[in-house]
């Protein structure tokens, strides 16, 4: 299904690009599902109120990853963190972006995240890049992913289309 939508700045977006007003035709490309990267079962599945307006985006400060077989470890690695070393019940992002230009569904557009505390979780999708940007933005391959994630999110009715991307430092 194409759709045309406009993505729109958001403050915090400019050094990545996401959120850069642009026109496009949106193709919402496959997203990895939890099948399909292995995830453990989730323990919570709290409703996320749809359309969020914000999108937080951090890093996971992991290993990156720039393959499929990779990235698939890696999103396994990351939940692993979450539910073993920090106790939470599920990976905290609804969705991670590897370097192989693919999207990994962690919690998904319908389940409330974990990944900025209580007053942004609720209205906010949690994106996160698998690997560590302190020194270096992730690469455009992994960049183009996210923006592909917003604009299918916008033309699916699960993003606003004023919607705006906030650094997770920011929130």
């Given at each position: 299904m194409t759709r045309r939508c406009v993505l729109l700045p958001g403050p915090s977006s400019a050094v990545l690009g996401l959120g850069a007003a642009q026109e496009a035709s949106v193709s919402c490309i496959p997203i990895v599902p939890r099948r399909g990267w292995k995830a453990l079962t989730s323990e919570r599945n709290q409703r996320l109120r749809?359309?969020?307006?914000?999108?937080?985006v951090s890093h996971a400060a992991g290993s990156a990853c720039d393959t499929p077989a990779s990235c698939l470890k890696q999103v396994q690695n990351v939940q692993h963190y979450?539910?073993?070393?920090?106790?939470?019940?599920?990976?905290?992002?609804?969705?991670?972006?590897?370097?192989?230009r693919l999207q990994?569904?962690?919690?998904g557009w319908n389940t409330l995240g974990a990944h900025s505390g209580p007053t942004w979780n609720p209205i906010s999708l949690g994106i996160s890049f698998m690997g560590n940007y302190m020194d270096r933005v992730p690469p455009?391959?992994?960049?183009?992913?996210?923006?592909?994630?917003?604009?299918?999110?916008?033309?699916?009715?699960?993003?606003?289309?004023s919607y705006e991307v906030k650094g997770h430092r920011d929130v």
């Open positions: 749809r359309p969020v307006r914000y999108a937080v979450h539910v073993r070393t920090l106790g939470g019940c599920d990976v905290g992002y609804n969705f991670l972006m590897g370097e192989d990994y569904e962690g919690r455009p391959r992994a960049i183009r992913a996210a923006q592909s994630l917003l604009a299918c999110g916008v033309a699916q009715g699960f993003l606003t289309p």
